[in-house]
């Protein structure tokens, strides 16, 4: 059986595959990575897979047909998001049009939190591939090719007669050394200089080593809809041959992106990676998301390993809104973290939120003021975005602050992140004010213009990365989101 893994086409540059789907400012744009690691498994089945990914390559929905009925497959897997569903599944019910045989699937984090209501948007769709769905797509792709018994595919939601059946979850993959790498399938399929990430040398390739988080984040969409709690990781070895294959087999790639939600959860095994890295001498830049409660010695492991960026979500500078979203996280830890840093040599990218539970202007005063005093190498102040699935959208929902119910309200007419919380005490257009406001003050400083002249001189490979995220992000410092 032939299956087509796409990524449907929506506003040009749409990065559907991050935790925030939208265009974004700085020019970010990620690879299809969840249907890339599915297409790996399935080529390892001996299926005949292809991957196409209409926002990095420029397609629209007209020649993603075309191509798709051409390779007329059996199986199409369509990547969704929040803001893009009924884009999605419209593009999905005109592939069905013109392929009738073809068992139209839908996978993401959306339709995994809402699967029986993805799939009354329109009967053209056949079904939803929920959570993790690696070997989900494997096993419908064998029992569609034997004329099977559906309701044995587990993980699936799909139309039995006029009726939605949802068969039992799919348990979590605990074997994750045994999925393909997938920059095997980057090379095979994508054009690695299409996709790019504001923090990172470019061009960059996206991995993950684990899946799963043990943190509770009441906003986070990954460990909700798609991998849960359970911390599940690929060995070291395993981790360090991937670096070697990517090294050997696309020299051109500058820095390797670790995506996992969070990489510093088991300090043992970092270190291990670490120490890998530096033996088989594979010499290549990467960076990945910690929390503030790694230590000095595993950092400077890390950067004598080839890290050059850490990212880390500080949320808040207000303990209490940390804890409401339940961070795990001590606001007292974070000026000890990132003296660290500086002491390890490493980058710093630092998130921050606008619009938790207990958000008013002066936490937002505080959060700025942290902001400022750390002077992170690359900072993004966000309103928070709450996904269905995550706790954070129940709240939202529970406490009537979503201003819309139309999910294409999540991002503006340009494809840009949209606030659609109104706080009590705080209008969505006030968030997203804080956020320009914020995002203007600290880019434009005298101090931050120094620091990032001096680093370009005295690191010039940085000029490269800097240059191309400035001119990306410049007309939104001067203008803001919605003017």
Known sequence: MKIL?????????YSRSQRSPAVTKSGTLYYPVWLAYATGVLEKKGFSVKLIDAPAQGLNPQTV???????????????????????????????KAVLPESFITLVGTHVSALPEESL???????????AEYDYTIAELAEVLG????????????????EQIAHNPDRAKISNLDEIPFVSSVYKQHLNINNYFFAASDYPMVQIFTARGCPFQCFFCVYPQTIHGNLYRTRSAENVVDEFAYIKENLPEVREVVIEDDTFSVDKKRVKKICELLIERKINLKW???????????TMQLMKKAGCRLIIIGFESADQTILDNIQKGAQVERMDQFFRDTKKAGLLLHAAF???????????????????????????QFFPLMAYPGTKAYQWAKENNLLKSQCFSDWVTKEGLHNCVLNLPNLSS?????????????YYLSFRYL??????????PQEVKRTMRAMFKFRKFLWRGSFK
């Open 450 to 459: 120094c620091y990032k002249a001096m680093q370009m001189i005295l690191h």
């Open 65 to 95: 047909i075309e191509l798709a009925r051409e390779y007329n497959p059996g199986l199409i897997v369509i990547g969704t998001s929040t803001p893009s569903i009924y884009n999605d599944v419209e593009i999905g019910a005109k592939l």
């Open 287 to 297: 960076n990945a998301n910690v929390r503030a409660d790694i230590d000095l010695a």
């Open 5 to 13: 893994m796409l990524n449907p086409p929506f506003f040009p540059r």
């Open 353 to 379: 939120m606008a619009g938790n539970p207990g958000e008013t202007k002066q936490t937002l005063a505080k959060t700025f003021a942290l902001a400022k005093r750390f002077m992170p190498d690359t900072v």
């Open 120 to 130: 009354a948007l329109n009967k053209n769709i056949d079904a939803v591939a929920r």
């Open 146 to 161: 034997n004329k099977g018994d559906l309701t044995k595919v587990l993980g699936i939601s799909f139309r039995q007669g």
């Open 429 to 441: 257009q006030e968030l997203v004010e804080w956020c320009d406001i914020s995002r203007k003050k």
